[in-house]
Nanobody, 112 residues
Framework: QVQLVESGGGLVQPGGSLRLSCATS????????MRWYRQAPGKERELVAA????????TYADSVKGRFAISRDNAKKTVYLQMYSLKPEDTAVYYC?????WGRGTQVTVSS
């Protein structure tokens, strides 16, 4: 079955960086676009970034453009989210997504 397992979250100070990873199994990874979503307390889940199956195309939410970078390694069946210049408003649970499959999420907290 499809499995998506996020890791790399944690507590970071404003202006800091984190790299999230999503290890996958149970499907042909290189055939699918992948997405990162996030959900902050009391807010709806929102799309943060997406990457095409080959990695040639990426899209970002306006709120993270220029600060976040999505990438993938098809050989490792893993998608990444590199986050720079983190802000308190980036605090959320970050989820990996493939079509209608979701990971359990990883908590990112940006606070001094």
């Amino acid at each position: 079955q499809v499995q998506l397992v996020e890791s790399g979250g944690g507590l970071v100070q404003p202006g800091g960086s984190l790299r999230l990873s999503c290890a996958t199994s149970g499907f042909i990874f290189s055939n699918y676009a992948m997405r990162w979503y996030r959900q902050a307390p009391g807010k709806e889940r929102e799309l943060v970034a997406a990457i095409s199956s080959t990695g040639a195309s990426t899209t970002y939410a306006d709120s993270v453009k220029g600060r976040f970078a999505i990438s993938r390694d098809n050989a490792k069946k893993t998608v990444y989210l590199q986050m720079y210049s983190l802000k308190p408003e980036d605090t959320a649970v970050y989820y990996c997504n493939m079509v209608d499959s979701w990971g359990r999420g990883t908590q990112v907290t940006v606070s001094s």
